[in-house]
């Protein structure tokens, strides 16, 4: 990154499309959403958009990261222009490290730490202290996946709809990213089922990069046209 940038000289950059761009009308607050897609699609930089979008509007964000460190999380919303150290600092971004304590890494005084992530009541116990801070804040938890391979296959779909609830009926939104090819088809059915809304993902061969797709597939209250858009960092 250029000085410029780092000296926050330059406009951060755009992706696009986002959620509002995918739907004619409907209620964007209060929602459970599911980004769908193979690993390398974008769904946690689209993640990452969508927090960052927030923040820019007002909207306080929490990141509850399983599968890297906030520290990787960072640099990687950084490499867009997308700075979180000053909303971090405000508390307006809060990190809940799941992965950093499991992996016997080192932890930040700034983040809030999970012990383990098989037992998704402890993050539902860390979350809803975070968010009684927070007015309708935007939550994404990366990833989905990772909690539902440590959890009992049958406990996790009740848990994770509690979960949910408990957030969009305190006026949050939460994001939850699956990755595909790694549960079977009963899983992902039955947690799309359960959001609000669901974003799929996909990643085109083409020459000399491929290009990456996403689409609405559906969202309650809303029309959504399935078709397939280039997501793309302007």
Do not use: C
Not at 112 to 136: H, N, Q, T
Request: aromatic share 8%; hydrophobic share 40%; charged share 25%.
């Amino acid at each position: 990154m250029s000085d410029e940038a780092m000296a926050g000289t330059t406009e951060p950059a755009k992706a696009r499309p986002m959620i509002g761009d995918l739907v004619r009308f409907g209620q964007l607050t209060q929602v459970s959403y599911m980004l769908l897609g193979p690993l390398g699609s974008g769904k946690t930089t689209y993640a990452e958009a969508f927090l960052y979008d927030g923040l820019q509007l007002g909207f306080p964000a929490v990141f509850v990261t399983t599968d890297v460190s906030p520290r990787v999380v960072r640099n990687d919303m950084s490499r867009h222009g997308w700075s979180v150290d000053a909303y971090e600092k405000s508390g307006q971004f809060v990190f809940i490290d799941g992965y950093s304590e499991r992996m016997g890494a080192p932890t930040s005084s700034s983040t809030r730490s999970l012990s383990k992530v098989d037992d998704i009541s402890e993050l539902g116990i860390v979350l809803s202290e975070v968010l009684d801070d927070l007015v309708v804040a935007r939550v994404v938890v990366d990833s989905l996946s990772t909690l539902i391979l440590h959890s009992s296959p049958v406990t996790m779909p009740r848990a994770v709809q509690r979960l949910s609830g408990r957030v969009t009926q305190s006026s949050h939104s939460i994001m939850f990213v699956l990755e595909e090819g790694v549960h079977d088809e009963k899983t992902y059915a039955t947690f799309s089922y359960m959001a609000d809304a669901v974003l799929r993902f996909k990643l085109e061969d083409s020459d000399p990069v491929p290009i990456h797709k996403i689409r609405m597939e559906r969202m309650r209250g809303t029309e959504t046209s399935r078709v397939w858009h280039d997501f793309v960092i302007e």
